[in-house]
């Protein structure tokens, strides 16, 4: 079956940066876009990044447009979310998705100071 896990998640200050790592399992990798999504307490949940199966085609929430880079290393199964001059706002539970339909159990991105 497919299989998400991300990992990378954890506390940092604002303006400090964070690398998040989705490996997939169970599906035709190299074939299918993915997304990261997060979800924020009392809030819906929301993507904030999308890139093509080749990977040359990305698009971005505007909350984190400039700040946040998506990429993907095919070979290795791997998503990744290069997520720079972090804010207070994006304090929330990230998840990596494929295909709309498969979900990873989430990890946690903490900003404060």
């Known amino acids: 079956q497919v299989q998400l896990v991300e990992s990378g998640g954890g506390s940092v200050q604002p303006g400090g940066s964070l690398r998040l790592s989705c490996a997939a399992s169970?599906?035709?990798?190299?074939?299918?876009?993915m997304s990261w999504y997060r979800q924020a307490p009392g809030k819906p949940r929301q993507r904030v990044a999308w890139?093509?199966?080749?990977?040359?085609?990305?698009s971005y929430a505007d909350s984190v447009k400039g700040r946040f880079t998506i990429f993907r290393a095919n070979a290795m199964k791997t998503v990744y979310l290069q997520m720079n001059s972090l804010k207070p706002e994006d304090t929330a539970v990230y998840y990596c998705?494929?295909?709309?339909?498969?979900w990873g159990q989430g990890t946690q991105v903490t900003v404060s100071s």
């Open positions: 998705n494929a295909l709309e339909l498969f």
């Open positions: 169970g599906l035709t990798f190299s074939s299918t876009a």
């Open positions: 890139i093509n199966s080749a990977g040359v085609s990305t």
